[in-house]
Nanobody, 128 residues
């Protein structure tokens, strides 16, 4: 089954850095793009960054543009989020997710997923 496992969260001082990783399994990693979301305390979940299946296209929320970098490692089926120049407002639970349309094995056939898959989330806390 499709599984996403985040790691790398923790605490940092404002101005510091953290790197999040998301290990994917259970589907063809190169068949769909990946996204990072975050949910600050008491707020809605928001899209932080995305990367296309071939890695050629990346997007960033205005609030993290120039500070965060998304990347993927096809050899390790991993997508990373390098977070630099952290601010207290970056404090949130961070989730990785697949985009819709990942190819996964179902019995003897491959099928396209019609939904996103989500990791369990990892806490990032930035203090001043």
């Amino acid at each position: 089954q499709v599984q996403l496992v985040e790691s790398g969260g923790g605490s940092a001082q404002a101005g510091g850095s953290l790197k999040l990783s998301c290990k994917a399994s259970g589907y063809i990693f190169s068949s769909c793009g990946m996204e990072w979301y975050r949910q600050p305390p008491g707020k809605e979940r928001e899209l932080v960054s995305s990367i296309s299946a071939n890695g050629e296209t990346t997007t960033y929320a205005d609030s993290v543009q120039g500070r965060f970098t998304i990347s993927q490692d096809h050899a390790r089926n991993t997508v990373n989020l390098q977070m630099n120049s952290l601010k207290t407002e970056d404090t949130a639970v961070y989730y990785c997710a697949t985009q819709v349309g990942c190819l996964y094995r179902n019995g003897g056939d491959y099928q396209r997923a019609t939904r996103k898959y989500w990791g369990q989330g990892t806490q990032v806390t930035v203090s001043s």
